[in-house]
C-alpha cells in the first residue's frame, strides 16, 4: 500500500547529536515532522520512522502488533548511535511508550527523554473487554487529530484496528512495570485538555521513573497532538534547550554541523 501523502519518515544526517523521534497509535511521522525540522535545522541529526502498520490504511494496521513498533524504533534508536556521541529520544502519546522503553532498556546509551501526553494506560471498559470483542469486532472509531488550532490536521486513521488496540493495552502494561528502570533527565509536557490520554497517565509516568533530573510542563493551550497545537513552538523550543544543556556542543557554532 502506499503511504499517505504526508505520512513519509524523515531522516536528516546532521552533527554528532542525535534525536529519535516516536509517533503515537494510528498516527503517523507527519504529527511530528515540523519538530524533526526545527532540530534539523538547528544542525541536530534527526531520525523519524514510520512504525509498522502505521500511515498507509488502519487494516494493515491490523497484522502489526506492539513487538513491531517497538523493532522500529530500537532499530532506528541503533543506527543513530552508530553516528552520533549523544542520543535523545522523544514521543508523542504511544511514541511516549516507545521512548520510555528504550530507555528502561539502552540505559546510558540515551541522554535525555522528552515526553509529549505519553500514553501509559488504555482506560475504560472497553479496555476490559478487548481481549473477547477483537475477535468480533474489527475496528471502532479513530482518535487522530485531537488539536485545538483550527485548521492543524494529524494525518491519522479515522479508525483504530482492535487487535492493535489489544496489543497497545498489554505494551502499556509492559513498560509500567519497566517505568523504575528509567534513569535519563526527563521533561514530561502534558495538555490538561487532552481527549485521548488523559492527564493521569503523566502522572503515573513521573510518578514510577527513577529519574531525578526531572520537568513537568503544561501545555494549557493544546489537545493530544500538541506537537501540531498552539503550544507546539514552546514544546520544540523547551525539547532543544533541554539537549543544549546535556549536550554542551549544541549551539555553538560550528559544533553540530557536518555529515
Avoid at 54 to 79: I, N, S
Avoid at 96 to 111: F, N, Q, V, W
Amino acid at each position: 500500500m502506499p503511504v499517505l501523502p504526508g505520512a513519509e519518515p524523515f531522516r536528516h544526517e546532521g552533527g554528532e547529536v542525535g534525536v529519535l523521534l516516536c509517533h503515537g497509535f494510528t498516527g503517523s511521522p507527519q504529527s511530528l515532522r515540523p519538530w524533526a525540522e526545527y532540530l534539523a535545522e538547528r544542525g541536530l541529526t534527526v531520525s523519524l520512522p514510520l512504525l509498522p502498520g502505521h500511515g498507509t490504511r488502519w487494516q494493515d494496521m491490523q497484522l502489526t502488533g506492539w513487538q513491531d513498533w517497538y523493532a522500529e524504533v530500537d532499530r532506528a534508536l541503533r543506527e543513530l548511535r552508530e553516528r552520533c556521541t549523544q542520543v535523545f529520544v522523544f514521543g508523542l502519546s504511544m511514541g511516549g511508550a516507545l521512548a520510555l522503553r528504550l530507555a528502561a532498556k539502552h540505559g546510558d546509551e540515551i541522554s535525555g527523554l522528552v515526553l509529549v501526553n505519553p500514553g501509559n494506560k488504555v482506560h475504560g471498559a472497553a479496555a476490559r473487554a478487548l481481549p473477547v470483542v477483537r475477535h468480533f469486532v474489527r475496528s471502532t472509531k479513530g482518535i487522530a487529530s485531537d488539536i485545538a488550532k483550527e485548521g492543524s490536521e494529524e494525518v491519522g486513521y479515522d479508525r483504530v484496528p482492535l487487535h492493535a488496540a489489544h496489543s497497545l493495552r498489554n505494551f502499556f502494561q509492559l513498560v509500567d512495570g519497566e517505568l523504575p528502570q528509567v534513569t535519563q533527565p526527563l521533561v514530561v509536557l502534558h495538555s490538561p485538555q487532552d481527549h485521548v490520554v488523559p492527564p493521569a497517565d503523566s502522572a503515573r509516568v513521573l510518578s514510577r521513573v527513577s529519574s531525578t533530573d526531572v520537568a513537568e510542563i503544561l501545555l494549557e493551550q493544546s489537545y493530544h497532538v500538541a506537537t501540531l497545537d498552539h503550544d507546539a513552538e514552546r514544546i520544540f523550543e523547551e525539547s532543544y534547550s533541554f539537549i543544549g544543556r546535556l549536550a554542551p556542543s549544541v549551539g555553538k557554532k560550528g559544533s553540530t554541523t557536518g555529515g
